[in-house]
């Protein structure tokens, strides 16, 4: 402490320049019996020369470095140290570090982010960096978002495995980090349409046959009951019918009766008995997913081509652990797969399924996403009065939809006077404006006409265009109607030397295929159904 105050002291020496006044007396004032020091006379020159000292005294700011300096020697210096409570923690060597053994720090957490690559229909990929807690959902309106696609609720994200030959379309709730932790390295995200999705919630007898279904109890209330006893999970639905087994480990396919219950899946080891001392389990709900089989003749040597396959999700790569079956029909692989997906997920499938009708109940008429024009409710409409009106007559529609057809027709005739021909010429451009179009596929096969088909989802309605192979100035329009895909021809035809488009050997006649497919939404005509969703293929 002393040569702390010696330190001060010497600080401030030149700042103590003023002198000590005298002391004051009770009344306040100085003792007149002290005589001034040199006499009144001195004293007033030395008081005035000690003041004008003191007003052009500089601040001595070195000094004040100096103090702090001299306290921070003090504090590390004069303080006594303070024992250490824990030598045990310390090393062995002079100020080293304390050494923590291994395993006494919690586990580093993961990362936030994460890089995953999504690839298109049409072989295009595109590396999104996601949360680790992003759903299938929000992933998949973020790349319609990027992608400047329409946002309808059918767009959803496909686990392909090239070396399995299987894939399945990832739930809306399903976690895309943690489903990627469970794929292998040739593995890969798709992302495409799938308009069955969430068809069975619309029309479940479609998707489930009355023979291949059963209860604890007696099902009366169509439908809405239907769906309630999969969706409860005191009930117990069960899926029974014939499927082809492939054995574990062999090549071979036996044919079983077989039966889907919330438990599992269960094969009878006599005939078509249900009695439990002759199921034997087959695959478990909870740690598998089921997948459609793409290439089970040629991978597998299957049976028929509607096969299906019941992963666990630790097999990576190895097939031996797969249960591979195969159904007679497409539409009985869609019952046994839908039921598989409604018995593991139940309500989170229908909560899935409303979370869009919500939001859009949420939503203001002008803030709502724009849809396409073919997935709308289209009607005809009659402009020709002051007020526009709908036309529910077919018979008056399919002659106003002719009308306008002719009216396109001689406006592209005026224009044809205007020049030579040219690239964008009326009839140059009617053959060849639906290229741009995005149910036009071009020059495509059947069969990868069909595939497009499967993979988009077998509703009605659910079509694409395409060149023919057979006739290079025809087109063929494939279509879907009750899970089954039928093929029809649009062949050109000429009329007073203008070349139209037909479905009907001439009976309705289009100047381009755009005309052709506006009409066959509103009207079903030779068609078994009318266009409602079209195949589309997005670059990413």
Same mark, same amino acid.
């Given at each position: 402490m002393s040569d702390m105050s010696t330190s001060l002291e010497s600080l401030y020496p030149a700042c103590n320049l003023q002198p000590e006044p005298a002391?004051?007396?009770?009344?306040?004032?100085? #003792?007149?019996?002290?005589?001034?020091?040199? $006499?009144?006379?001195?004293?007033?020159?030395?008081? +005035?020369?000690?003041?004008?000292?003191?007003? #052009?005294?500089?601040?001595?700011?070195?000094?004040?470095?100096?103090?702090?300096?001299?306290?921070?020697?003090?504090?590390?210096? +004069?303080?006594?140290?303070?024992?250490?409570?824990?030598?045990?923690? *310390?090393?062995?060597?002079?100020? =080293?570090?304390?050494?923590?053994?291994?395993?006494?720090?919690?586990?580093?957490?993961?990362?936030?982010?994460?890089?995953?690559?999504v690839f298109g229909e049409d072989a295009t990929c595109k590396v999104v960096e996601i949360m680790v807690d992003m759903t299938a959902r929000d992933l998949c309106q973020l790349l319609v978002y990027r992608s400047h696609c329409v946002d309808d609720n059918s767009w959803t994200l496909v686990e392909h495995h090239p070396h399995l030959g299987l894939e399945r379309c990832l739930e809306d709730h399903e976690l895309v980090a943690q489903v990627e932790s469970t794929m292998a390295g040739d593995s890969k995200f798709l992302f495409r349409k799938n308009y069955a999705k969430y068809e069975f919630f619309k029309n479940p007898t479609n998707f489930f046959p009355e023979q291949m279904v059963t209860w604890c109890q007696q099902s009366n209330g169509g439908q809405t009951q239907l769906l309630q006893n999969f969706l409860n999970s005191s009930s117990c639905p069960e899926i029974q019918g014939y499927l082809h087994v492939k054995e574990l480990g062999r090549k071979s396919w036996k044919k079983m009766y077989l039966c889907l219950r919330r438990s599992g899946l269960y094969?009878?080891?006599?005939? =078509?008995?249900?009695?439990?001392?002759?199921?034997?389990?087959?695959?478990? !709900? %909870?740690?598998?997913?089921? @997948? =459609?089989?793409?290439? $089970?003749?040629?991978?597998? =040597?299957?049976?028929?081509?509607?096969?299906? *396959?019941?992963?666990?999700?630790?097999?990576?790569?190895?097939?031996?652990?797969l249960r591979l079956l195969c159904a007679e029909d497409e539409q009985s692989r869609t019952c046994w797969m839908t039921a598989?997906?409604? !018995?593991?997920? $139940?309500?989170?499938?229908?909560?899935?399924?409303?979370?869009?009708?919500?939001?859009?109940?949420?939503?203001?008429?002008?803030?709502?996403?724009?849809?396409?024009?073919? %997935?709308? #409710?289209?009607?005809?409409?009659? @402009? +020709? $009065?002051?007020?526009?009106?709908?036309?529910?007559?077919?018979?008056?529609?399919?002659?106003?939809?002719?009308? %306008?057809?002719?009216?396109?027709?001689?406006?592209s005739t005026r224009m044809s006077v205007l020049g030579n021909q040219s690239p964008l010429h009326p009839s140059t451009l009617s053959t060849v404006i639906h290229r741009t179009q995005h149910w036009f596929h071009g020059r495509i096969s059947r069969e990868e006409s069909h595939r497009i088909i499967k993979q988009q989802g077998l509703v009605d309605g659910l079509f694409l265009l395409r060149d023919s192979q057979s006739n290079p100035k025809a087109f063929v329009l494939t279509l879907c109607h009750h899970q089954k895909i039928k093929n029809f021809q649009i062949l050109p035809c000429e009329d007073d030397g203008q070349m139209f488009f037909s479905l009907d050997d001439g009976n309705t006649k289009f100047s381009d295929l755009i005309q052709l497919v506006d009409f066959y939404q509103l009207n079903k005509g030779v068609l078994p159904c009318k266009l409602k969703h079209h195949c589309v293929r997005v670059a990413l």
């Open positions: 002391p004051p007396r009770q009344n306040g004032q100085h #003792s007149r019996n002290q005589p001034p020091a040199g $006499g009144a006379k001195a004293a007033q020159p030395q008081e +005035s020369s000690q003041q004008k000292v003191q007003r #052009s005294q500089p601040v001595h700011i070195l000094a004040v470095r100096r103090l702090q300096e001299e306290d921070q020697q003090f504090r590390t210096s +004069s303080l006594p140290a303070i024992p250490n409570p824990f030598p045990e923690l *310390c090393g062995t060597g002079a100020g =080293s570090p304390p050494a923590l053994p291994s395993g006494s720090l919690p586990p580093s957490q993961p990362p936030a982010k994460l890089d995953v690559k094969c009878s080891t006599k005939g =078509s008995s249900k009695e439990p001392r002759h199921l034997q389990l087959l695959a478990d !709900l %909870e740690d598998c997913s089921v @997948f =459609s089989v793409i290439t $089970g003749r040629k991978q597998y =040597s299957a049976p028929t081509d509607f096969g299906f *396959c019941i992963k666990p999700n630790k097999v990576l790569h190895e097939t031996k652990e598989f997906r409604l !018995l593991k997920y $139940g309500m989170l499938l229908y909560q899935s399924y409303r979370v869009p009708q919500q939001r859009k109940a949420l939503l203001t008429p002008f803030s709502s996403p724009m849809r396409s024009v073919s %997935e709308n #409710s289209l009607v005809a409409m009659d @402009f +020709s $009065g002051q007020t526009g009106r709908v036309i529910e007559n077919p018979a008056e529609a399919q002659s106003a939809a002719l009308e %306008e057809g002719h009216a396109w027709r001689k406006r």
